[in-house]
């Protein structure tokens, strides 16, 4: 698989003497130019564009992600505190939205008080946590429900990193998908993408609301009116040209250079 990371060499001639060592050290020229294209491609498509904390949790950047991207998306508490500490104050709002595949029934109060949108990797898990997210309304969280779906479409170049492969755990198979299972769901999420660049999200490739609308008969209760969809294409992030991991348990030193 061809890696989408950006330039080995970006660096050659960059003066380490300006900056303290260990650090992390990020191009803010080309990081504004990435979410540049973030922006346009959220802008003429008439989307909202999260960045994923996965792939790129600088939090000293935040505020510059924030002046383009309208909120991140993260895959559990620890995530979304990151998020509600630094990128929650961003210039279009700072939406959260937490995914993860195995909730710790503890951590999900705290979830859902951080996030604007939590998804559920299965109908199954939702129900198991109805008490809470209704103990949580209760207490004046505000935030909308998803659900995970498996498109039953693979685009995934590596087997073992496709989500949408057989047996895959990863989101409720979309031809399994009754009435039932959306009560209560707000939006549905997918992931099918890993380092692929663009060419799979045209048109032309695959449309994901066929999948759903042939899987949905027509029923435009259960797809058509919901107000959420989103689509996570893996490594879509204003990280690609240098990305950088942390957590809130291990921050070090970070550096910014314009």
């Known amino acids: 698989m061809e890696t989408r990371a950006g330039d080995p060499g970006a660096f050659a001639t960059f ?35 999260l960045s994923a904390l996965k792939a790129f949790s600088m939090w000293r950047v935040a505020p510059l992600v924030g002046e383009y991207l309208d909120g991140v998306c993260t895959s559990g508490l620890w995530e979304a505190l990151l998020a509600a500490e630094h990128y929650a104050s961003g210039v279009r709002g700072g939406e959260i939205a937490t995914y993860c595949a195995a909730y710790k029934g503890e951590d999900l109060p705290e979830i859902c008080r951080l996030s604007d949108h939590v998804i559920f990797n299965s109908p199954g898990q939702l129900a198991r946590f109805v ?43 979309v031809d399994q998908l009754t009435d039932e299972h959306m009560e209560g769901v707000d ?14 999200l045209h048109p032309d490739r695959h449309d994901p609301r066929h999948a759903l609308e042939r899987h949905a008969a027509g029923d435009h209760r259960r797809l058509g009116d919901l107000p959420h969809a989103r ?27 314009s």
């Open 15 to 49: 003066d380490l003497s300006r900056v303290d060592s260990p650090a992390f050290v990020v191009d803010a020229a080309k990081l504004r130019a990435n979410l540049a294209v973030l922006t346009d491609i959220r802008d003429r498509a008439g989307i909202k564009m």
């Open 131 to 173: 008490p809470q997210i209704a103990l949580a309304r209760a207490g004046g969280a505000a935030f909308d429900i998803g659900l995970r779906i498996n498109p039953l479409h693979a685009e995934g170049e590596v087997p073992r990193y496709d989500p949408c492969a057989p047996h895959s755990r990863l989101g409720f198979p």
């Open 187 to 200: 939006g549905l999420h997918f992931h099918t993408l890993c380092e692929q660049d663009f060419a799979p």
């Open 231 to 257: 689509r996570d294409r893996g490594a879509l992030s204003p990280g690609d040209t240098g990305r950088a991991r942390e957590s809130p348990r291990r921050r070090g030193p970070q550096r910014t250079i």
